[in-house]
C-alpha cells in the first residue's frame, strides 16, 4: 500500500540538513539510483544542472547515470541555499553548489 506524503512543510533547517545530505552522501559517494528515486516527486520533481533541466524520475535516472559513468571523485561545495516557501504543499528549493571531480582521461572538472 503506497503511504500518503506528509503535507506538513519542512522547517527552512530540516531542508538545508536533507539537501547537504542528498550532496555528501549521494551525490559524492555515487549511490545507488534507488535511494535518490525514493526521495524525489516523480511528477514535481525538476532539476536544472549546468548541461541540462531534467524532470521526473526518467530524466533524473539518465542524467545520474551520465554522470556517474563519467565522473568520480566528486567532491560538492554547497555555496548557496535558498528555500522559497509557496502558497502550496511544494516549495522550490536553489542551490549554487560547484562540483570538482576527476573523469576519465581529462583530469580534474570543476563546474
Known amino acids: ?20 545530505k542528498v550532496y555528501r552522501e549521494l551525490f559524492d559517494s555515487h549511490a545507488p539510483l534507488d535511494l535518490f528515486l525514493a ?7 525538476e532539476m536544472r544542472f549546468p548541461e541540462e533541466t531534467v524532470r521526473g524520475h526518467a530524466g533524473f535516472q ?5 554522470i556517474v559513468n563519467t565522473f568520480f571523485d566528486e567532491t560538492h561545495t554547497i555555496r ?32
Open 39 to 45: 526521495s524525489l516527486d516523480d511528477d514535481e520533481l
Open 1 to 20: 500500500m503506497a503511504q500518503t506524503p506528509d503535507p506538513t512543510p519542512l522547517e527552512d533547517a530540516e531542508v538545508r540538513s536533507f539537501v547537504t
Open 80 to 111: 548557496e541555499l535558498e528555500v522559497a516557501r509557496t502558497l502550496s504543499v511544494t516549495d522550490t528549493v536553489d542551490t549554487y553548489v560547484p562540483m570538482e571531480a576527476c573523469s576519465a582521461g581529462k583530469g580534474r572538472y570543476h563546474t
Open 62 to 66: 539518465r542524467w545520474y547515470e551520465r
